[in-house]
Each structure stands twice: as structure tokens, then as C-alpha cells.
């Protein structure tokens, strides 16, 4: 079992750099097809299962799932130990089930877990309660299982740049540090000092206090005219964050995902029209 879910993970590793649409560390995806976009998820499940089933892959060859920070939060253990690591692995299965067309970018709890440092959730340090979980269920595979994930985690693609001028990110630079994100760290191999504040992907991975000019500065940046991340907690599922930003969450019983086609453009309000709730979806 542990040998098992140490070469589905290795496998998801090859398969992230395979991507035949990735670019660096950018998907890029043609006017053709559909796809679903979704917040956060920490561990939720249910929401999980909601998005599988209205993306209906199987039937729809053409559609891609964008789906982002899988882990922290959700069921626990005995011990209070987390175990969004299991929808983490059923995440990296359904990839494998649907090459290219499944697409995992990276969020700031991804880059906590490869660095081992703190980060907390409703009062919990998450690395270390995941990483108990971990151990107790796989004993002494869990110090190997722990690395293909920190390895898995590594290797997925930082954002997601649309032929009809969307962008789909974790979240974006904060204002503060707009100067110093690089744009270049999507056209070269990542590296661990990237993820480390203050990196360019640690900048992309962990912004908030997102004020228009940067949002405006970071459209241009990326050419593009809409831009979708995730990273901070929106009650209702969503929000409109300025003329062009739309924030994300997937993680909660009012969560929210986006449904697009793929070959038309969209202005913020039509990007809203397009919401779809997770608990509408049986």
C-alpha cells in the first residue's frame, strides 16, 4: 500500500512536467473547449465529489478542472491528526485519470508543507498535525510518503494564463511587493529560494491586501484581462475584488466555482454570471 501511493505521487510528478500544456511553470490553454475553475478546497470532500461530477470528464474530453490547495483542513483523525492528504491523493488519481485535462497549481499551504514551516489554521499548526496523521497510518513509510508529497507538491505549475485573457493564480503579489516579483519564474525551472520569502513564487503563492493598481499592473503584466485566484477567505464562496480580480473558495458549504467556455472572452460581470454554487450540484 505505501509502495502504491509513493509511485502514484511519483507518477503525478512526471505527469506535472508533462503537462503538453505547460510552459515553464504556466498552463496555457488554447480557445477550444471548457473549464472549471475552483477556490480552495482544505480538505473539503464533499466539494471535492461536487466538482468531479458536474465536470463529467469522461464525457467531456475537451473541458479542464484548474483545482488548488487540496490540503489543511477538513476530517481528522483519532489524534486530531489532518487528513486532507487522502483527497490530496484522490486529486493526483483523478490527474492520472484525465491527463491534461486535470490541473493542480500551487497554493501557499503546498509551499509551507515542502518547507516544513508553521502554518496555522483555526488555531492549529497544520504540517505537523498532517504529518502525525501520516505516520501513524503509514508508520515507518510515512518519512518517504511525506517526500513524494513534498516532491509531487513542487512540481505543480504556479498559474494558469488563458487564450481568452484569463489568469487563474493562488492569489497575486501584495502590493507592498510588486517591485520585486520576477516574471521570469514562469519561463525557468523553480527553485526552493522561490518559494522561500522573499521569492517570486512565495510573492504569488502568499499576496493579499490586493489593491487595484497592482491588480492592474499584474493584468498587464500577464496580458491579460481577468484574473482568478483563491488564498483568502470569502464567506459567500466569492468575491469581486476590484474591477478585474475575482476571489475564489471552494472549502465551505457556500463554496463557489467558475464554469467557462474556453473560446469567449469575459469581463468581470460576466465572469460572476458564470458562478456556479457547489451545494447546487447532486
Keep these: 500500500m505505501p509502495r502504491t501511493i509513493i509511485e502514484l505521487l511519483k507518477n503525478g510528478t512526471r505527469a506535472n512536467y508533462d503537462d503538453a500544456f505547460r510552459r515553464g511553470n504556466l498552463v496555457e490553454l488554447p480557445a477550444m473547449g471548457s473549464l472549471i475553475i475552483t477556490g480552495d478546497l482544505h480538505g473539503h470532500r464533499r466539494n471535492f465529489e461536487r466538482i468531479v461530477t458536474f465536470a463529467d470528464l469522461p464525457n467531456n474530453p475537451e473541458r479542464h478542472v484548474i483545482l488548488q490547495e487540496i490540503i489543511h483542513g477538513g476530517p481528522e483523525d483519532l489524534h486530531g491528526g489532518c487528513l486532507s492528504y487522502k483527497l490530496l491523493l484522490d486529486a493526483v488519481r483523478y490527474q492520472a485519470a484525465f491527463p491534461g485535462q486535470v490541473h493542480l497549481i500551487m497554493g501557499n499551504h503546498d509551499t509551507a508543507f515542502i518547507l516544513n514551516s508553521e502554518v496555522m489554521k483555526d488555531g492549529k499548526e497544520m504540517n505537523r498535525a498532517m504529518c502525525m496523521a501520516l505516520e501513524r497510518e503509514y508508520k515507518q513509510a510515512g518519512g518517504d510518503i511525506i517526500q513524494a508529497m513534498k516532491n509531487y507538491l513542487f512540481s505543480q505549475p504556479l498559474a494558469v494564463r488563458c487564450e481568452n485573457r484569463i489568469w487563474i493564480s493562488h492569489s497575486l503579489p501584495a502590493d507592498r511587493f510588486a517591485d520585486k516579483f520576477d516574471p521570469k519564474i514562469m519561463e525557468r525551472p523553480l527553485q526552493i529560494d ?89
Design 194 to 282: 522561490d518559494i522561500t520569502r522573499p521569492g517570486s513564487a512565495y510573492l504569488l503563492t502568499w499576496g493579499r491586501n490586493l489593491g487595484q493598481e497592482l491588480i492592474d499592473k499584474m493584468a498587464k503584466m500577464f496580458d491579460v484581462d481577468v484574473l482568478v485566484v483563491g488564498h483568502q477567505q470569502q464567506d459567500q464562496g466569492w468575491c469581486k475584488a476590484g474591477k478585474n480580480l475575482l476571489i475564489l473558495a471552494s472549502n465551505h458549504n457556500h463554496g463557489h466555482m467558475l464554469s467557462i467556455n474556453l473560446e469567449k472572452n469575459y469581463n468581470i460581470e460576466q465572469l460572476i454570471d458564470a458562478l456556479v454554487p457547489l451545494a447546487s450540484i447532486v
